[in-house]
């Protein structure tokens, strides 16, 4: 299933918010390493599961069965067309290598005293106003990078840089949006490792919420679940598509409802290409009730770690883990 769809849901991630990032990473690293065990494959990294963004590849465990792929320590050095490695291997007649550096970002068409970048890092605020314009004239839109797709969020910023142009919606002043420029920043040092990589990081659900604030578009989530509990609860328990942010105020959508509602059937059409009788209800009914259980224990967890922080040193999730497998839905 799209991870986009499984797991940017609300109530799931702010519940696990609340846990450890530590707990939260050992979770998250027995699970991946029962399907794949990156040690077997030599590719256990040094840092947590949680402290980078996450490469998503199926295919490579079995280009490493075929051969396809070897995996090699680093480079020691290179010697016409020839390559040491630390460990001592030499592989001759290499045609290419590729510097998998990652990227840098700049703004050499600005003057440095409008928008300046120094290690990849560009004091923006929430990734897009430049704080010391006279006037808000000048906006970058999709300079983020998102544990989640980036296309929703270019398109809610633009909104907002939208009806900041035109004057509908007023940014701070200077020193306020200093000061949110300076609490990202440590936020992202307390979790990331420290690279060039790591620096416009943000969260999909908790960004795009912020962002939607802005705006005044972001739902209304007790008047939902009041007023229609079946959108609501699709709303809150369900995936964070962009349709949410057109329910209520500008640029209200009449269809938004229908395609919330309807946004499963979507992903599932083309993997349907044969007709099966098969009960979709109770597999829904169990989802849900899964997902509150989970959202309640998490908080449970937090509270039991607050009060009993030596916990953390001796938790295994692993037996749990093992007993509840069997009952989780497949999707």
């Known amino acids: 299933m799209p991870l986009d769809m499984v797991f940017s849901k609300r109530m799931s991630t702010k519940a696990l918010s609340l846990l450890p990032v530590s707990l939260l990473s050992r979770l998250g690293e027995n699970q991946l390493n029962r399907r794949f065990d990156h040690s077997l494959y030599s590719l256990k990294p040094k840092h947590r599961l949680f402290s980078q963004h996450p490469t998503v590849n199926d295919e490579l465990p079995n280009r490493i069965l075929s051969g396809t792929v070897r995996i090699k320590p680093n480079i020691r050095r290179l010697q016409g067309s020839s390559v040491e490695f630390d460990d001592g291997t030499v592989e001759d007649n290499i045609d290419l290598v590729v510097f998998a550096t990652g990227y840098s970002f700049s703004f050499p068409f600005l003057p440095p005293q409008v928008l300046a970048v120094s290690k990849n890092k560009a004091n923006l605020y929430k990734y897009m106003f430049p704080p010391g314009l006279e006037r808000p004239t000048l906006a970058v839109i999709g300079l983020v990078q998102p544990l989640g797709a980036i296309m929703p969020i270019s398109e809610i910023q633009a909104r907002w840089a939208t ?83 057109r329910l209520t105020g500008p640029g209200q959508w009449g269809g938004a409802r229908q395609a919330i509602m309807t946004q499963w059937d979507r992903v599932a059409q083309p993997l349907r290409t044969r007709p099966l009788e098969i009960s979709e209800s109770k597999q829904r009914y169990l989802t849900l009730a899964l997902t509150l259980g989970a959202a309640t224990m998490a908080l449970g967890c937090y509270q039991v770690m607050q009060n009993h922080p030596s916990l953390l040193n001796d938790l295994d999730p692993s037996p749990l883990l093992d007993k509840i497998k069997p009952y989780l839905p497949l999707r």
């Open 163 to 245: 009806r900041v142009f035109k004057g509908l919606n007023k940014l701070p002043p200077k020193d306020n949006m200093l000061k949110d420029i300076k609490k990202k920043e440590n936020s992202m040092a307390k979790r990331y490792v420290t690279t060039q990589r790591h620096t416009i990081q943000v969260n999909f659900i908790e960004y795009m919420d912020e962002i939607a604030d802005q705006v005044g578009v972001c739902p209304n989530f007790l008047w939902l679940l009041l007023t229609e509990p079946s959108l609501g609860l699709r709303v809150l328990l369900g995936p964070c598509t962009p349709y949410q942010y």
